[in-house]
């Protein structure tokens, strides 16, 4: 059974650094995209990026180009999404997701992780 | 970058009803559209693929149409758990990947 679980809820100050995880299991994690969707309080979906864990590749919404760095240690089958200073408009609910094996639908989510900035 | 435009914001529709919710894009997607819904407190669960395909254990009363630039998902007799937020997603000519702003579906 392919499973995204997600690192747990997180409170940080602005200006402070930040990096969530997301550990994969159940299919070759190699082998697949694994990217980020955000949900900011009461709004809809905003895809953030994704990465390839055979070799790295990594691509970014402009919207989001330079201010987050997705990573992954394909030893541990885990993901990151990280923040080097963080606005209080970062609070949002960041998920995990996991495209398919030909098409950038995303047919596998994690459970999300609830990021709340705030001074 | 392509927008993805959803229609209406909310729709609300009464047990056993049908619901057609609408997707527009700015620009040619062809089939590469998803639909997705997401209750209260829960990630988004994809519903349809390839704008007509549903999803591994998507009930028959979910279905999608259309290609280009104009899609529609159908849920022919609403059932208390599909009362929801409706999302479509176009997976063309990337980055970026975009939403649409979504649908709400409510109890009438």
């Known amino acids: 059974e392919v499973q995204l679980v997600q690192s747990g809820a997180e409170v940080k100050k602005p200006g402070q650094s930040l990096k969530i995880s997301c550990k994969g299991s159940g299919y070759s994690f190699t082998n697949y995209w694994i990217g980020w969707v955000r949900q900011m309080p009461g709004k809809g979906l905003e895809w953030m990026g994704i990465?390839?864990?055979?070799?790295?590749?990594?691509r970014y919404s402009p919207s989001f180009q330079g201010q987050v760095t997705i990573s992954a240690d394909k030893s541990i089958s885990t993901a990151y999404l990280q923040w080097s200073s963080l606005k209080a408009s970062d609070t949002a609910m960041y998920y995990c997701?996991?495209?398919?094996?030909?098409?950038?639908?995303?047919?596998?989510w994690g459970q999300g992780t609830l990021v709340t900035v705030s001074s | 970058e392509i927008v993805m435009t959803q229609s209406p914001a909310t729709l609300s529709v009464s047990p056993g009803e049908r619901a057609t919710l609408s997707c527009r894009a700015s620009?040619?997607?062809?089939?590469?559209l998803a639909w997705y819904h997401q209750k209260p407190g829960q990630a988004p669960r994809l519903l349809i693929y390839?704008?007509?395909t549903r999803a591994t254990g998507v009930p028959a009363r979910f279905s999608g149409s259309g290609s280009g630039t104009e899609f529609t998902l159908t849920i022919s007799s609403l059932q208390s758990e599909d009362f929801a937020v409706y999302y479509c997603?176009?997976?063309?000519?990337?980055?970026?990947?975009?939403f649409g702003g979504g649908t709400k579906v409510e109890i009438k």
């Open positions: 997701v996991r495209p398919s094996s030909s098409w950038f639908y995303f047919d596998y």
């Open positions: 620009q040619s997607v062809s089939s590469n």
């Open positions: 990465i390839y864990p055979g070799d790295s590749d990594t």
């Open positions: 997603q176009h997976y063309t000519n990337w980055p970026p990947l975009t």
């Open positions: 390839g704008a007509s």
